[in-house]
């Protein structure tokens, strides 16, 4: 085939679709039904199991990046420099924008500079990473993505980012509630914003950049019987990238 139907269903699809894995059964499995109105076709320059993560990691990612509406040549923070930061390194210099990197593993962070970020800071070791951000940047990013699930690293936030141009964009989903300043929203210290992981009518933008751009994530592959060391992997902190079950 030339082309390959990659289907997603989603919670937020106007059509009643549930999401495999939380609201519907058969996440894991190699055949699935869904309404064709929660299909796209797949471009031919991309590998269906290499792509498979884009539809949930890299549609989060790019609509985290792309819709703080920035310009070429602008500063980006990406706060979290795992599986979903290092698609988001990746949109974010295909856009165009300067990235600085913001990590607690330096692993992560080399991939993240290996990636194409302009600066890395690990903001456990690097006690003083705001202030040389603020002056690398010339007064703080214009957009902070933060996709990690640390409040501490929401609370962190603010004090990257550019006085009232500045974009403080909430992606990664954190147990705590999060807490930001009334007085600087009030007084527009920046702008509050966030993206989710997309629905079925904003996948293709994702998928069809990605291919242009030759956006590919970090994949590790495993059986079905692997499930449990999958798991294992995630809890552990020791997952690289994305794990994908690939059938044979």
């Not at 990659?6 to 058969?26: S, Y």
């Not at 929660?38 to 549609?59: E, H, K, M, Q, R």
């Amino acid at each position: 085939m030339a082309n390959v139907l990659i289907l997603r269903t989603n919670l937020w699809c106007p059509q009643g679709c549930k999401m495999q894995g939380f609201q519907a059964d058969g996440f894991f499995q190699e055949y699935a039904v869904v309404d064709y109105r929660n299909a796209i076709i797949l471009p031919d320059s991309l590998d269906t199991a290499a792509a498979a993560p884009l539809f949930c990691a890299g549609v989060t990612a790019f609509h985290g990046v792309e819709e703080c509406g920035l310009k070429p040549g602008q500063w980006m923070a990406i706060i979290g420099a795992g599986g979903l930061g290092q698609l988001g390194v990746q949109y974010a210099k295909a856009m165009g924008y300067k990235v600085i990197a913001i990590d607690i593993h330096d692993a992560q962070l080399e991939e993240a500079k290996g990636l194409g970020a302009d600066h890395t800071f690990n903001s456990i070791t690097d006690k003083s990473y705001v202030d040389k951000i603020v002056e690398i940047t010339n007064g703080g990013v214009d957009a902070a993505v933060n996709f990690t699930a640390s409040k501490k690293a929401y609370d962190s936030m603010p004090p990257l980012i550019r006085h009232v141009t500045g974009v403080l964009m909430v992606v990664g989903v954190t147990k705590e509630p999060l807490e930001f300043s009334s007085l600087d929203i009030a007084m527009g210290r920046y702008i509050l914003k966030g993206a989710c992981n997309g629905t079925c009518y904003n996948m293709a933008p994702c998928i069809e950049f990605s291919a242009k751009n030759n956006i590919k994530p970090y994949v590790e592959y495993y059986s079905i019987e692997d499930l449990p060391l999958m798991v294992e992997k995630m809890q552990s902190g020791k997952a690289r990238g994305r794990m994908a079950v690939k059938f044979d």
